[in-house]
């Protein structure tokens, strides 16, 4: 069974930062692509950041400047690392990723990530 497993999320202050991890289970096929979306409690789904055609990485407006989107092909991995954390960057954050051959789209379980003094 593929399964996205999403690790890093927490309880931090504003101002701190945090890094999300990604990892893809049970499958050898490598991502293809894949990004980083939150869910704030009444919200919808927005995308944070996404890896585009070619490599290219794109932002939210919220997230540019703060947040990095990274990808470890030999462990088949993708990363979040998100700095200066605000308030309102408090949401369940999910991780997706398309892989490789099959085509396949997955959603990571979600991590939470409250930002607080």
């Known amino acids: 069974q593929v399964q996205l497993v999403e690790s890093g999320g927490g309880l931090v202050q504003p101002g701190g930062s945090l890094r999300l991890s990604c990892v893809v289970s049970?499958?050898?096929?490598?991502?293809?692509?894949g990004g980083w979306y939150r869910q704030a409690p009444g919200k919808q789904r927005e995308v944070v950041a996404a890896?585009?055609?070619?490599?290219?990485?794109n932002y939210a407006g919220s997230a540019k400047g703060r947040f990095t989107i990274s990808r470890d092909n030999g462990k088949n991995a993708l990363y979040l690392q998100m700095n200066s954390l605000k308030p309102e960057d408090t949401a369940v954050y999910y991780c997706?990723?398309?892989?490789?051959?099959?085509?396949?789209?997955?959603w990571g379980q979600g991590t939470q990530v409250t930002v607080s003094s």
């Open positions: 049970g499958s050898s096929f490598r991502i293809y692509t």
């Open positions: 997706n990723a398309v892989l490789t051959w099959t085509g396949n789209e997955y």
């Open positions: 890896f585009g055609s070619g490599g290219s990485t």
